[in-house]
């Protein structure tokens, strides 16, 4: 996702090309000294944060230094400063994880106990996360010129934010970002010249938001260099938003007036000032629409777009065919790593294959730590990764001291309050740039089942089925086996629940008590799969599809036939690979989906919401 440095006149090419120069001499110089770097950043974030609580606590006792640090200092994960973190959010101002004041928590899509991880932030986090989008461009330049003459096509959204009991704010970090100045009131800069008016990137209404950025994507169909959302889900999304609505879109275009279902006053005035009577171009979307095949529909109707700005690495790469398809093979270009907990690197290759995407981590943003993952013949084994402290974590290495083609869980220290925090990602070293390690981003560390930003883990999943299978109780029938699948070949992307009966008594079981197992599940996932459901629509209703008896015996002989011990086989709980779906789905009977949305609303649990 681009965004610049300011620039407070419109710049010349030739003042243009000095920064982009003056960038890239940044990403040299910080790579090159990276050691230096990292070093610096521990000792600054240390020193400011002497005196908080947690650091006091464990003894640090102002010592600033890599060894004490790693000596003194537990490596955690979310659990162990959940009651810091609970405490700030209700209300506790003192310096218990930094110094400086916390501005609001970022809300994480990586979940504990169902809820969104929060993370507290401080105000210069957004210079941090700026100066990691002002990367972008100058690297992406250098293989396409003239990307500053030009607009980029991007389909944002911010989402629902919520209010601790402590008054602070909660939301996604882009969320936050979008609403801060930094984007907001971004002065002119060639390179944040998007189609979307910002009224309509922050649109609370996700529909309203879709439609407008739609619209004005396609009036300025022409001056469209490069076309892009965060993550692959996204863009995909608004293409099949594209497919259901372009009748509209087009009346809107022909006769230069919005539909009547966009009601925000903001929005239809930034559009209006853009949007006019324009019945040629009507009529040519109108023709790419209804075509019977979409196959490179982002070429037709946008036909100068370059490459596609999204993130295809992770689980994303599941949309990879789809977007090929939708784009004619045009290049798919990841450009940045980043999390609420902090922004890590960005793609220096940009054009490179999306399989060979890797990420070089940028040495100022925290200080970076990385847990050695062990490796069973070439398999990555993330549940021999320690959870707690134990001798092991004397092992983690620095930035400069990782292996080429070794695995590593990040670990990182924040400026805003995380030390030696366990982010969950597990990277493997691709290569360096420089003295800095470049990462290809491997998996979420325990995560089964991914659509768009929902991660569920087998823990989640396995509580889910135990709740749904209590309907099958009356019918004296249990789950004999199941297993999972996150079906994308559906837009959206859902679910898909494989199970095996064992059926003992005599009244057949009807449709709507499947229905029910269907919906409890969905109930019993975590807030960030029902906020996709319920809010975003990123998610469709989950399916369970009943499988013949035998299947899984099926599943094991063939898995078996791929080499798996036959002693050491257990039921996989989700699934991926083709052949093995494909078997599951030639033996289905029946098929069942979830026939209303589950309960969600914005912020924990116990917080009322803010809007
Ligand atoms: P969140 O906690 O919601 O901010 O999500 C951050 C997480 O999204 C990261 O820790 C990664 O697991 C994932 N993520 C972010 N950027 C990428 C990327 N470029 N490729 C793959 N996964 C990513």
Redesign the pocket.
């Known amino acids: 996702m681009p965004e610049t440095p300011k620039i407070t006149q419109k710049p010349t090419d030739y003042s243009l090309e000095l920064k982009n120069k003056k960038t890239l001499q940044f990403i040299e110089d910080v790579t090159s000294n990276a050691d230096e770097v990292q070093r610096k950043v521990l000792e600054e974030i240390l020193e400011r944060n002497a005196h908080v609580e947690y650091l006091q606590t464990h003894g640090l006792n102002g010592h600033t230094d890599r060894g004490s640090f790693k000596k003194i200092m537990p490596v955690i994960t979310y659990e162990d400063i959940q009651p810091h973190v609970e405490r700030i959010a209700n209300g506790d101002t003192s310096p218990i994880l930094c110094s400086n004041p916390i501005s609001e928590f970022?809300t994480?899509?990586?979940t504990s106990g169902g809820e969104r991880k929060l993370m507290p932030t401080i105000e210069e986090e957004l210079g941090r996360r700026s100066l990691l989008y002002s990367l972008l461009m100058p690297v992406m330049s250098q293989f396409f010129p003239g990307l500053d003459k030009v607009k980029g096509m991007y389909f944002l959204f911010i989402k629902s934010e919520a209010k601790t009991p402590g008054g602070l704010v909660a939301r996604?970090?882009l969320t936050s970002y979008y609403k801060s100045s930094h984007f907001k009131d971004r002065p002119y800069d060639p390179y944040t010249n998007y189609t979307s008016p910002n009224e309509t990137i922050l649109c609370p209404d996700s529909y309203q938001s879709m439609y407008s950025q739609m619209l004005c994507g396609l009036c300025q169909h022409k001056e469209v260099l490069r076309v892009g959302a965060v993550f692959a889900s996204g863009f995909v999304r608004a293409i099949k938003f594209l497919e259901k609505h372009w009748r509209l879109l087009c009346n809107d275009i022909r006769t230069g007036t919005i539909d009547s279902q966009i009601t925000d006053q903001s929005v239809r005035e930034a559009v209006m000032n853009i949007l006019k009577p324009d019945p040629k171009l009507a009529d040519f979307i109108e023709a790419e629409c209804s075509k019977s095949s979409w196959q490179g529909i982002i070429t037709k109707l946008w036909p100068n777009t370059k490459y596609v700005d999204v993130?295809v690495?992770?689980t994303?790469s599941q949309y990879i065919p789809t977007l090929d398809y939708y784009s004619n093979g045009l290049p798919l270009v990841?450009t940045?790593?980043?999390?609420?907990?902090c922004y890590f690197g960005v793609n220096l290759n940009p054009l490179c294959k999306p399989s060979e995407v890797s990420?070089t981590l940028i040495p100022t943003m925290a200080y970076f730590e990385f847990l050695p993952i062990q490796m069973n013949n070439g398999v990555t084994n993330s549940i021999s990764v320690p959870k707690t402290l134990n001798e092991k974590e004397q092992e983690l290495v620095d930035l400069v001291d990782v292996k080429l083609g070794q695995e590593y869980e990040l670990v990182v220290t924040t400026y805003s309050g995380l030390y030696r925090y366990r982010?969950?990602?597990v990277l493997r070293v691709a290569g360096f740039k420089n003295n800095a390690p470049q990462f290809n981003?491997i998996c979420?560390k325990n995560v089964v089942l991914c659509i768009d930003?929902d991660k569920t883990n087998e823990i989640e999943l396995q509580n889910s089925v135990k709740n749904a299978v209590n309907h099958l109780l009356p019918f004296d029938a249990t789950l004999a086996e199941y297993t999972s699948y996150a079906d994308t070949t559906t837009i959206p992307g859902h679910y898909v629940l494989y199970w095996e009966l064992s059926l003992n008594g005599t009244t057949t079981i009807s449709p709507s008590v499947f229905k029910d197992c269907c919906l409890t599940i969905e109930e019993s996932l975590n807030s960030v799969y029902r906020q996709g459901r319920v809010c975003d629509k990123s998610i469709g209703p989950l399916e369970i599809k009943i499988v013949e008896p035998g299947t899984f015996d099926k599943l094991m002989d063939y898995a078996i036939t791929l080499g798996a011990s036959i002693n050491q086989y257990k039921t996989p709980r989700c699934v991926k690979f083709a052949p093995i779906v494909e078997l599951l789905n030639s033996r289905a009977v029946s098929s069942y989906f979830s026939p209303k949305c589950p309960k969600w609303f914005p912020g924990h649990k116990q917080w009322g919401s803010m809007n």
Do not use: H, N, Q
Request: charged share 10%; net charge negative.
């Open positions: 970022l994480s899509s990586g996604p970090v993130i690495t992770g994303m990841c940045m790593y980043a999390s609420s907990e990420y982010v969950g990602d981003f979420r930003s």
